[in-house]
């Protein structure tokens, strides 16, 4: 990092996590997140270059940013989406590049990801049962997507990092919880139950809908004994191993619930070049205008660190007033 200064906020909180979104599109029409015809997507000339993308990574990875996580929309669905990958995999100073995906190109692409230098994968699945997964995504493609974790894990080997994330849905999840604890029991993969949040795109959100991560743990442990795990500052998920054993451990996300804003140290930002300093910033700064109209590193790292300075200090969600965002987490990256 030399001698630049560590990126931080106002609120002292150092800044070490990216999210970068590569495209808004999907090949899922998930009910949590789209509408059944989905949205309308940005014109090619909107969304940042491989080039772009990798010139503002390189800017935060020399202020002291070391984690990527790539993101959509669905991220495989950007065309060369390994060759991006392999592009920041060469970038100094980042040794945490991961995505999150649906899946659904995973067993297409699993082993050009692997070779681009991707180690770190969350694969979502909110359901293991194939009628139920089709009305929560409106995709028939269960089967494809587990075909597709299977080859990431068999191409990857033991260095791989897979996770398996669970939209926590209330009476919809409760049915999944010990299927997916099963699933874990079996497979070395760390199952993670989200919370349910106000990001979807017809803002119908309500509290009730959401699932809290107590209740998803409180079902499980009906059948199984969990042990926690130490949690890492800035970590989303406490975890939980299996107490008698068992190949794969249990992650709870709590965003709504048990808000952990206080150890943020993420940044986003959006396939149309927006900085986004919280998953529920009313505000984003544009980085594309200048990247674009020829602003140097030096002005380019000075917007960075003014926006970020204002970083919000909490996301909000239960208090009155709260005012959910315009762009649902399919436009802003997950």
Not at 8 to 15: E, L, Q, V
Not at 123 to 151: H, K, M, N, W, Y
Not at 279 to 306: C, H, K, V
């Amino acid at each position: 990092m030399g001698d630049v200064e560590q990126l931080t906020d106002g609120h002292g909180r150092p800044i070490g996590d990216v999210r970068v979104s590569v495209t808004d599109r999907c090949n899922f029409r998930c009910q949590y997140c789209m509408p059944a015809e989905g949205l309308p997507w940005l014109e090619r000339g909107e969304v940042l270059s491989f080039e772009e993308i990798v010139r503002l990574v390189a800017l935060l990875a020399r202020m002291g940013v070391h984690k990527v996580r790539l993101t959509g929309g669905e991220p495989l669905v950007r065309r060369d989406f390994p060759s991006l990958a392999s592009m920041l995999h060469e970038v100094p100073g980042i040794d945490d590049l991961a995505v999150t995906t649906n899946g659904y190109l995973l067993e297409r692409d699993a082993a050009a990801l692997v070779d681009a230098g991707l180690r770190r994968f969350n694969i979502s699945i909110d359901s293991l049962q194939r009628d139920r997964f089709f009305e929560l995504t409106r995709r028939d493609a269960l089967p494809r997507v587990l075909r597709g974790l299977d080859a990431l894990a068999a191409y990857g080997g033991d260095d791989l990092v897979i996770k398996v994330n669970a939209v926590a849905l209330r009476d919809f999840t409760e049915e999944e919880a010990l299927p997916f604890a099963a699933f874990a029991r079996e497979h070395p993969y760390e199952v993670r139950f989200i919370e349910f949040m106000p990001l979807d795109a017809e803002h119908t959100w309500t509290p009730e809908q959401m699932l809290s991560g107590d209740e998803v743990r409180a079902i499980i442990e009906r059948e199984h004994r969990l042990e926690p795990i130490e949690r890492e500052r800035s970590a989303t998920a406490v975890t939980y191993r299996f107490a008698d054993g068992g190949r794969g451990r249990l992650g709870f996300i709590n965003p709504v619930s048990q808000p952990f804003c206080s150890d943020c140290d993420r940044i986003r930002i959006t396939a149309d070049g927006k900085l986004r300093t919280c998953l529920f910033s009313l505000n984003e700064t544009d980085l594309r205008e200048p990247l674009r109209s020829g602003a140097d590193d030096g002005e380019l790292e000075e917007l960075i660190r003014a926006a970020v300075w204002r970083k919000e200090l909490k996301h909000r969600v239960n208090e009155p007033g709260f005012i959910q965002p315009a762009r649902p987490m399919s436009a802003i990256g997950g």
